[in-house]
């Protein structure tokens, strides 16, 4: 008697969970193309994925200007999901991928500081005046934005 010993998928398996979640997700893509097929040839590409989550549909894209044109065409969206679902899709929400947005972090500007030459000419100019207040008010500048700027002065 010979052994029939042939490798099982893991959908031949008595746990259903993986047929569960293939389900989900192809049922996920049929959405996605329903929805693909109602928007211009531009938008097409900016949706990156989408979840339905009971009557809620959220659509993801990659940058702000797609997500604003695509809520242009949200009641065409919410059909389309709702066709291609058989139940009705009543909200819609449009989100911007994070992994995008930390691609362009935001800078901060730091303090724009005059070259040390200017602070150089600063310092020298009010080095031989120093009873007037204006004077060592801009001497004390001088001598701040020295240690701002990191770099000693050579007095």
Same mark, same amino acid.
């Given at each position: &008697? #010979?052994?029939?010993? /042939?490798?099982?998928?893991?959908?031949?398996?008595?746990? =259903?969970?993986?047929?569960?979640?293939?389900?989900?997700?192809?049922? !996920?893509?049929?959405?996605?193309?329903?929805?693909?097929?109602?928007?211009?040839?531009? @938008?097409?590409? /900016?949706?990156?994925?989408?979840?339905?989550? +009971?009557?809620?549909? !959220?659509?993801?894209?990659?940058?702000?200007?797609?997500?604003?044109?695509?809520?242009?065409?949200?009641?065409?969206?919410?059909?389309?999901?709702?066709?291609?679902?058989?139940?009705?899709? @009543? /909200?819609? %929400?449009?989100?911007?991928?994070?992994?995008?947005?930390?691609?362009?972090?935001?800078? =901060?500007? +730091?303090?724009?500081?005059?070259? &040390?030459?200017?602070?150089?000419?600063?310092?020298?100019?009010? #080095?031989?005046?120093?009873?007037?207040?204006?004077? %060592?008010? @801009? &001497?004390?500048?001088?001598?701040?934005?020295?240690?701002?700027?990191?770099?000693?002065?050579? /007095?």
């Amino acid at each position: &008697m #010979a052994n029939n010993h /042939s490798f099982k998928t893991p959908l031949a398996f008595p746990n =259903k969970t993986l047929a569960v979640i293939a389900l989900h997700a192809k049922q !996920q893509s049929i959405i996605l193309n329903a929805i693909r097929a109602r928007l211009p040839d531009e @938008l097409t590409c /900016s949706i990156k994925y989408l979840a339905v989550s +009971g009557s809620k549909l !959220q659509v993801y894209t990659d940058n702000a200007a797609n997500a604003t044109k695509l809520r242009f065409h949200g009641p065409s969206l919410l059909v389309a999901a709702s066709v291609a679902m058989h139940a009705k899709v @009543l /909200s819609l %929400q449009i989100r911007i991928t994070e992994t995008l947005r930390q691609e362009y972090p935001a800078n =901060k500007p +730091g303090p724009k500081l005059p070259s &040390m030459d200017v602070i150089k000419a600063l310092r020298n100019n009010q #080095a031989s005046q120093s009873a007037d207040p204006v004077n %060592q008010a @801009l &001497m004390r500048l001088s001598l701040t934005l020295e240690k701002l700027s990191n770099q000693p002065t050579e /007095s």
